[in-house]
């Protein structure tokens, strides 16, 4: 597998030592994304913490083993701890568990820039899934976070008013998103002035026009009467500055309390704007660094490792033997034996489909001879970690005494 590289290490040379290593993923090349490294070190400054590690960034990673083998081993192998990723994951989330438990952390894009676009993402992975918006995400969905980020303002030089539509020129290029039958894009309209109507606030984008200065698009907005009168500006939100941003705040949470990426994941969700609470559309919303870093909440175990072995409890009646065992937090399967004969396997899957935090199964049993008695117990597995056996429970049912007659 060959990995197209360009290495670029941003150093900062500032007071404090980041303990943070990271590698940018780009599915695209750099000159598609000039900015996302200095949106990633936004973040991770924008509440006075200086960074000064380092930022290695790789062109033209696909999807599937290039990513999730390639890089997420180089980051191993090197002692990278965070990769950003400027794009949709679209190969099976398990693949990236592995990394986890390695302490490598993945933050990637929902997948589109369009407003409120299913991108059918699975939000609560081992990685971090983000929209983009100020005030709400106003781009595709699901995520776990949205924010958003620098780079994002553009000033505007003329808006002119033409049947209906408003037509405005930027005093700088950018690239915008022609509405479709498919979606659209909304930007954000600020300090426009001069009109009886002025555009404010989110406006969906009608027509971006490719003219070769990138400067120029449509709204439908009848401005009525008036000229403009300056100073006014819009923002456009890109999910691949913002995923860059919020992993910024990420990596400052750890760095600053030496943490887990799952403690300053779980300080994130309970001190965003939802304030611990989870949407279908902004996930738990908008990342607060200070309050995060002050959360003083009780901090749950990771649900994306494997938890302790829990209990099992076995009785018989006749030759029926009814079995319960304790579900484990980040197990994907269950492994039950009778001695050393695997019983049966139970998914994560059909584990929860259960209405209380234990397993019942229920097995025909057989009679052992005398002193081999029937010794149950359970493992949880995920991937290539296991837990220890839980604690076996005898069932003693033997084969009757032969009686020799003469």
Avoid at 246 to 265: P, V
Avoid at 355 to 370: A, D, E, G, Y
Avoid at 387 to 404: A, G, L, W
Wanted: proline fraction near 3%; charge should be neutral.
């Amino acid at each position: 597998m060959k990995l197209f590289l360009i290495a670029i290490l941003f150093l900062y040379s500032k007071i404090i030592t980041a303990e943070t290593k990271v590698i940018v993923a780009l599915s695209t090349t750099i000159q598609d994304e000039l900015n996302l490294a200095d949106c990633f070190v936004a973040g991770y400054e924008s509440e006075g913490r200086n960074w000064t590690g380092a930022i290695r960034i790789f062109e033209h990673v696909s999807n599937g083993i290039p990513l999730y083998q390639g890089i997420m081993n180089l980051a191993r192998d090197s002692g990278y701890t965070l990769v950003l990723r400027n794009s949709k994951i679209q190969d099976g989330e398990f693949n990236y568990d592995s990394s986890y438990a390695n302490g490598i952390q993945l933050v990637v894009c929902a997948g589109s820039n369009l407003y409120r676009s299913n991108t059918q993402s699975a939000p609560l992975s081992t990685y971090i899934i983000c929209g983009a918006g100020r005030t709400e995400n106003v781009t595709g969905y699901r995520c776990e976070f949205y924010d958003e980020h620098p780079y994002s303002q553009f000033n505007i030089s003329v808006i002119t008013d033409s049947s209906g539509f408003a037509k405005i020129t930027l005093a700088t290029p950018t690239f915008l998103y022609d509405s479709t039958v498919s979606g659209y894009q909304k930007i954000e309209f600020f300090s426009v002035d001069g009109f009886a109507n002025n555009p404010s606030g989110l406006i969906v984008n009608h027509k971006f026009y490719n003219d070769g200065f990138y400067n120029k698009f449509r709204i439908r907005h009848s401005l009525s009467t008036g000229s403009y009168s300056g100073g006014g500006y819009i923002r456009a939100y890109y999910q691949s500055y913002s995923h860059a941003y919020i992993a910024g705040k990420l990596a400052a949470i750890k760095d600053s309390l030496n943490c887990s990426w799952w403690e300053a994941r779980y300080r994130m969700r309970q001190t965003a704007s939802h304030e611990g609470n989870f949407n279908e559309f902004d996930g738990y919303g908008k990342p607060d660094l200070s309050a995060a870093i002050n959360f003083s909440g009780e901090i749950p175990e990771d649900p994306f490792k494997l938890g302790q072995v829990g209990v099992l409890t076995a009785t018989r009646r006749d030759n029926k033997v009814s079995i319960a065992f304790d579900t484990v937090p980040g197990a994907i399967l269950y492994e039950l034996y009778d001695n050393s004969v695997l019983l049966q396997t139970v998914t994560q899957s059909l584990a929860t489909s259960y209405i209380t935090s234990q397993i019942p199964l229920v097995f025909n049993t057989q009679r052992n001879k005398r002193g081999v008695r029937h010794d149950y117990w359970y493992r949880a597995l995920r991937l290539s970690e296991e837990t220890p056996e839980s604690k076996k429970v005898s069932i003693p049912y033997y084969k009757f005494r032969k009686i020799k007659l003469r």
